[in-house]
């Protein structure tokens, strides 16, 4: 069970006990919800878009496991004050963090931060999809899609 | 076999309900008649290892693994005499149809049908749905019919359905089930109707393991002419199933969860309603006589199997039921319905978990959710000690619903688990509580 603290760090419990911007979003002009068949998960982010594409503030809500909610968590404590355009780059450097590519081949890099207590996803294939459903909310959530996104 | 009186039939049914013995010994559930280090030494499989760690292999609702018996003769099958089946008029064609013709004539005997012309090869039981409700849905359903399907069915038995339905303007009418997961049979007969076309049933709930009063639903249907679909494919690797008794419409399974291989499905249905239905896919196999005005269609089953069919997959699947035919299905079936008591026993020792689907006929399926953990970390955490569970909606996201829960943990039994397995289980969920507190 060890090795398993790679992929469940303490960080990790900690956002999946106490989600952080876990509501809905007063004010909010972007709203997309995620859906993941693979285990019936479903969740909607929020975002608050300045018309300088400043996300002022961001949030989400609806159930998963760990993995999903504390990516989730965590996403949303970093785009706030980012732009749409370091919000692209994010997920981009993200998706490669989780899926065990080389990070510093994007350029320009971005500073992942707290985003890093992830990358124990790579070990896990079939989880992949559980850490990158709200970043692919958000992008559709950015590109203001009525329609429902699936991980799928 | 002489079909069985309505009676015994009865009594079957109620015997599975689960009584849990106030003590049971942890430790192999093995007797004399039963040699459990005997059938597991069958599956190679079993003694592999995962991250360190003995493989339990618990997912068997999902898929079932495969003994030598059916490894070896799909394996001579290729190296022997393989060859395309039916039109051939070499000796390794001829070969071929002899044993892939008696994998049908097995299915037909295991299903205790009329005929072996009742036995059509699918790609699996999803398939033989979609082939129902294609063929016989297509012609039969019109705008304002009603099917009814229970709300505990598999997506594989709403789906296609509800394709035929849109197409044809009927509706699709769910009979209820109650807080223990078993279906509500007065609700069910109300809906019986003037505008019932046909009801499609899962004999047991993959997600729940709730046992389905089947025979009672069909001498019901048939009170009012209706017919009614069965969906076998978690039943027939754990009961003795007889068609005639059963007096069923059409029964459909998949192999792979029969210990046979993957791509190879069955559909029973009674001749006289295969007879009336118009063929679903067209191609070689299917055909008497083709010409670009008309084509004159084949008799049956060959009039629903187009193509070159899963050769070696109606040899293995042959092989599977001579397997479990030898072990005995009533012997297989008191076997997992042991564990499953044992299991419920253990399970219920654990503080914050809940059984989902409480059914009093239940067959070898323990449904759980631990509260705010979910499925799927439970199931990252098990496999990490060699535990191999399914986790998440099971296709059945209705009876999920139902609950109010997206997904569930599910441990499903097969006839080579024990009572070691279970305590492994137990002692794997424990240690996920116990990191999650």
Redesign the interface.
């Known amino acids: ?1 060890d ?2 603290r790679d ?2 760090q303490e960080v990790i ?1 900690d956002h999946n006990r106490q989600p952080r911007n876990f509501h809905k979003l007063p004010g909010a002009n972007r709203h997309a919800e995620g859906f993941n068949p ?5 969740l909607s982010v929020y975002l608050k878009v300045s018309d300088q594409d400043v996300i002022e503030d961001v949030s989400f809500e609806g ?7 504390a990516s989730a968590s965590i996403m949303t404590e970093t785009l706030r004050g980012k732009t749409v355009q370091q919000a692209g780059t994010l997920f981009e450097n993200f998706h490669r963090l989780v899926t065990g590519q080389d990070v510093d081949a994007v350029a320009p890099a971005a500073d992942l931060g707290k985003l890093h207590v992830l990358t124990g996803v790579r070990d ?1 294939p ?2 992949v999809k ?1 850490a990158t459903l709200a970043w692919h909310t958000l992008q559709a959530a950015l590109k203001n899609a009525a329609t429902t996104v699936s991980t799928e | 076999m002489a079909p069985k009186s309505q009676a015994a039939r009865s009594r079957e049914t109620k015997s599975r309900a689960i009584q849990i013995a106030p003590k049971i010994a942890p430790g192999d559930n093995s007797t004399a008649a039963y040699d459990l280090a005997k059938i597991r030494a069958d599956f190679p499989i079993l003694s592999q290892k995962v ?1 360190g760690h003995p493989l339990v292999y618990l997912d068997n609702g999902a898929s079932a693994q495969k003994p030598k018996p059916v490894i070896d003769a799909m394996s001579e099958a290729y190296e022997t005499y393989y060859s395309n089946v039916h039109r051939g008029v070499h000796w390794t064609s001829q070969r071929s149809t002899e044993a892939f013709e008696g994998g049908r004539a097995k299915v037909a005997r295991f299903l205790n049908a009329a005929s072996d012309n009742e036995i059509v090869f699918t790609r699996g039981a999803t398939e033989a749905i979609n082939l129902v409700a294609h063929s016989w849905g297509r012609k039969n359903l019109k705008a304002g019919d009603e099917v009814i399907l229970s709300h505990m069915e598999h997506h594989s038995n709403i789906v296609p359905w509800q394709m035929v339905a849109e197409e044809k303007g009927a509706r699709i009418r769910v009979a209820p089930v109650n807080d223990r997961g078993e279906l509500i049979f007065e609700e069910y007969l109300k809906l019986l109707g003037p505008r019932t076309r046909l009801v499609g049933v899962g004999h047991v709930s993959n997600a729940l393991g709730t046992i389905n009063p089947v025979r009672e639903m069909i001498e019901a249907a048939h009170g009012k002419g209706i017919p009614v679909l069965v969906d076998g494919a978690q039943a027939a690797p754990h009961m003795t199933l007889d068609m005639q008794a059963l007096d069923c419409d059409f029964y459909v399974f998949s192999s792979h969860k029969l210990y046979g291989p993957t791509g190879t499905g069955v559909l029973y249905g009674k001749e006289s309603l295969l007879e009336a239905m118009p063929p679903w896919h067209g191609g070689g196999e299917m055909i008497k006589y083709v010409t670009f005005e008309k084509t004159l269609y084949n008799d049956l089953p060959a009039k629903f199997e187009a193509g070159t069919p899963h050769i070696a997959g109606g040899i293995g699947l042959g092989a599977a039921i001579d397997y479990v035919t030898q072990i005995g299905l009533e012997a297989i079936g008191a076997h997992e319905h042991d564990l499953l008591a044992y299991a419920t026993q253990r399970a219920a020792e654990i503080s914050g978990l809940r059984i989902i689907g409480t059914a009093r006929a239940k067959s070898g399926i323990l449904s759980f959710d631990l509260g705010r ?5 439970i199931g ?2 098990l496999d ?2 060699g535990i191999a569970i399914r ?3 099971h296709c059945a ?1 209705p009876v ?1 619903q139902h609950y109010g829960v ?2 569930t943990a599910r441990a499903s039994f097969a006839l080579y688990n024990t009572r070691t397995d279970v305590d492994a289980l137990m002692v794997g969920i424990r ?1 996920v509580i116990e ?2 507190r």
């Open positions: 069970m090795e398993l992929l469940y419990f693979l285990c019936g998960d479903q159930r998963g496991c760990a993995i999903s909610t896990y079939a989880r559980c | 991250y953990i979910h499925p799927h970390d990252t955490m990490h000690q986790t998440g909606h996201m999920m997206p997904a240690k990191v999650f």
